[in-house]
């Protein structure tokens, strides 16, 4: 008698959705995560936060267990992946305890607040054999795919010069909404916490981390007790040199990245992606003109851009990808570390005024830190 299948049975080619937990569910930027979760098909299992009438609402509308206690939740519901999306300072001790619990960790930007916890972040996913992922969608925008592939192409030559511009306004009502923003236990720092990470890492997801850093942070126009604005010359083990400027307290310059090369530049901004290369490499063209003032032609290139977005979307997608066959991470905790890094040293420069060299001295940042933190230095 020949055998029948069920139609109603589980394929077992198919895999299981992957079991999430979540850690800081109340917080706001939590409605940018539901749509990425929700495209993988994710089983949340269990949300906390430390604001309990809020998490008990998001997990009635997830159908979802509330913890009081993110320990608890590890404990009970054991899950694969835990996203974890509080404030700066509780990324890093929360992180170590899910890995240690089993599980995959998305941690929201910046890592940490300083590097010596990344370290420490980053060697728990080795000693564990979790992924560590760290939430900068940016990475996954096109044109940034882009532009990465063509830098480790060398469609632009040696690289010579890069220079970034950011301006995200913030007014008082932003720093209000929330008491730890803008503060040294609550935030770790400014704008070079909160809203530049993104732009630091993709310098350091182009380049890598710079061998030197000069910076300036300011206070122009918040009531903050950390920086509202920064500026910083940069310096990478190959020659290459940057400039970095980003602020909430300026309007009407727009974002922009400019990437120079002996061989091209791109120009990026919110509207618009360029290549420019040139009729010949700077380099053959300073040595055969007759002239001694000769300009150098150069016209716009196409570039193919791969389809996707620069959302949570493909965070979430990507992380799937990793866990279930072993595709690479694109912002890894690992790579994500330079960013911070880089804010560090931002900071550090600023306070001690003083040039930097890479990698920072963590023990002397912890220090600048913690004397940040009990108001025993000056700007």
Known sequence: MAETTNPTAPDPQVAKP?????????????KLHRPGL????????????????????????????????SHEMLLQTQ??????????????????????????????????????EADKMVETARETGRLLA???????RPEIQAIHRLIQEGSLGILQHVDMVATWLRTAAYYKSGGWRGTWSGEGGGVLM??????????????????????????????????????????WPDGLLGSLHISTAEAGQPERLEITGTHGFIQLT???????????????????????????????????????????????????DAIRNGAPLTASG??????LELANSMIYSSYKRTEVQLPLDRQKYAALLEDLKANRVLA
């Open 134 to 140: 760290v939430n900068y969608q940016m990475r996954h």
């Open 194 to 235: 909160n809203q530049a990470p993104h732009n630091l890492d993709l310098l350091c997801y182009f380049f890598g981390l710079p061998s030197r850093v000069v910076g300036w942070t300011r206070t122009l126009l918040h009531p903050l007790e950390t920086e509202d604005t920064a500026q910083a010359m940069l310096e």
């Open 38 to 69: 929700a495209a993988i098909g994710a089983d949340i299992v269990g949300v906390s936060d430390v604001n309990q009438e809020m998490g008990r609402r998001r997990a009635a509308e997830l159908g979802c267990p509330f913890y009081a206690d």
């Open 18 to 30: 992957l079991r999430f937990a979540i850690i800081g569910v109340g917080a706001g930027i939590f």
């Open 270 to 320: 919110k509207d618009a992606f360029v290549l420019n290369q040139f009729e010949r490499d700077l380099r053959e063209h300073i040595i055969i003109s007759p002239g001694g003032f000769d300009a150098i032609g150069w016209s716009p290139a196409t570039v193919e851009l791969a389809k996707g977005s620069g959302d949570h979307l493909a965070v979430y997608r990507n992380l799937q």
């Open 79 to 116: 899950p694969e992946v835990v996203s974890i999306i509080t404030p700066h300072p509780f990324h890093a001790p929360l992180a170590i305890d899910s890995m240690r619990a089993g599980a995959h960790v998305l941690v929201e930007k910046p890592i940490a607040i300083q590097v010596a």
């Open 334 to 339: 690992e790579s994500a570390r330079m960013s």
